[in-house]
Nanobody
């Protein structure tokens, strides 16, 4: 079975911090690039951050760079997203996703961020709400 499950979302004031976690059940976790996407009300799902198979490379969308940190633990089949200095604009449902085809790096090489259809598996999302 393949399953991803996010946790750690919540309601915080601007400037606060949250840590999201994703537990993954995959055929071979360490062979997947992993990412976080988010979707705000009336917005399309957008890329937030990604991490390579061994965790040696990370990618971030410009709006979160310097505030969010993605990490993975291949001994526990988990990834995390540490978010600090949260802003109201960060309010969204955050999704954990797995890329088994190496399209994350391919997208970056092409000068763009990954899009949702380049990821193979998805969690159900966790809500992050940031108030001003």
């Amino acid at each position: 079975q393949v399953q991803l499950g996010e946790s750690g979302g919540g309601f915080v004031q601007a400037g606060g911090s949250l840590r999201l976690s994703c537990a993954a059940s995959l055929p071979s976790f360490s062979e997947y690039n992993m990412g976080w996407f988010r979707q705000a009300p009336e917005k399309e799902r957008e890329f937030v951050a990604a991490i390579s198979r061994r965790g040696t490379a990370t990618y971030y969308t410009d709006s979160v760079k310097g505030r969010f940190t993605i990490s993975r633990d291949n001994t526990k089949d988990t990834i995390s997203l540490e978010m600090r200095d949260l802003k109201p604009e960060d309010t969204a449902v955050y999704y954990c996703a797995a890329d088994g085809r190496g399209r994350t790096a391919q997208a970056m090489t092409q000068g763009r961020y990954p899009v949702p259809n380049e990821y193979d598996y998805w969690g159900q999302g966790t809500q992050v709400t940031v108030s001003s």
